[in-house]
């Protein structure tokens, strides 16, 4: 459904609040992180690796976007939702963050994973 080479995907930030789930279909204001620093909807991300196939049977293929992060902000949030500003904000994935992670006055980072086939933040695998 989504085209990860043209539309455009934001990270909100969640407090331990929200009721995100796998059945959370598009972003929500409810249990949205109200800070300094932070502005409602959250950032623009880049996708920094673009769909792509690889490994052996079974194939898997993955995309990743880039670390974001919030200067000069107190959040405390305990996970996020990643969605599609140009598909009526569609969700694409939750993220939850294993607890509540803090910044007081600092940088809060989202640093996603390794882009590749065993790591990437969105896999998708078959054979």
Not at 11 to 29: D, G, H, M, R, V
Not at 111 to 126: Q, V
Request: proline share 2%; charged share 5%.
């Amino acid at each position: 459904t989504f085209n990860f080479t043209s539309g455009t995907f934001k990270i909100a930030l969640y407090t331990n609040a929200a009721a995100l789930t796998q059945l959370t279909s598009a972003y929500t204001t409810d249990g949205e992180v109200v800070a300094s620093g932070y502005t409602a909807g959250g950032n623009t991300l880049t996708v920094n690796q673009v769909p792509i196939i690889g490994g052996s049977n079974p194939y898997t293929a993955y995309i990743s976007f880039a670390n974001t992060s919030w200067a000069n902000a107190t959040i405390t949030a305990n996970g996020a939702l990643i969605y599609n500003t140009s598909q009526s904000n569609a969700a694409v994935c939750v993220l939850a963050f294993g607890g509540d992670k803090t910044s007081t006055n600092g940088t809060f980072a989202v640093n996603f994973p390794t882009a590749d086939a065993s790591n990437a933040i969105i896999r998708l695998t078959a054979s």
